[in-house]
């Protein structure tokens, strides 16, 4: 079963950053679109952000628009989310998605490779 890794979940106050990556062991970044989720205590798991192949256009919900970037380096086969100006009510746990296509979906259900989540805390 193919597997995604998170990483670079932590401890941040109000107003810090941190780095998510996502990458895996097991096939290529290249073909996939990758996505962001993120899932707090007793909420759906929701969307947050996606790349295309070509690492050029991305899309964010509105929720993080203009703090969060999502970004690809094909190379190193790694994606990652960078979180700026954090807020609390971003803390959750943010899973890595991916799915074979070019289509950028919001939906959790056409993602079919999926990362074990990386734990994000935002407190003072």
């Known amino acids: 079963q193919l597997q995604l890794a998170e990483s670079g979940g932590g401890l941040v106050q109000p107003g810090g950053s941190l780095r998510l990556s996502c990458t895996s062991s097991?096939?290529?970044?290249?073909?996939?679109?990758v996505a962001w989720f993120r899932q707090a205590p007793g909420k759906e798991r929701e969307w947050v952000s996606c790349?295309?192949?070509?690492?050029?256009?991305?899309d964010y919900a509105e929720s993080v628009k203009g703090r969060f970037t999502i970004s690809r380096d094909n190379a190193k086969n790694m994606v990652y989310l960078q979180m700026n100006s954090l807020k609390p009510e971003d803390a959750a746990a943010y899973y890595c998605?991916?799915?074979?296509?070019?289509?950028?979906?919001?939906?959790?259900?056409?993602?079919?490779?999926w990362g074990q989540g990386t734990q994000v805390n935002v407190s003072p």
């Open positions: 790349i295309r192949l070509n690492g050029r256009s991305m």
């Open positions: 097991q096939f290529s970044l290249d073909y996939y679109v």
């Open positions: 998605a991916a799915d074979v296509g070019t289509h950028c979906s919001r939906r959790r259900d056409e993602y079919h490779v």
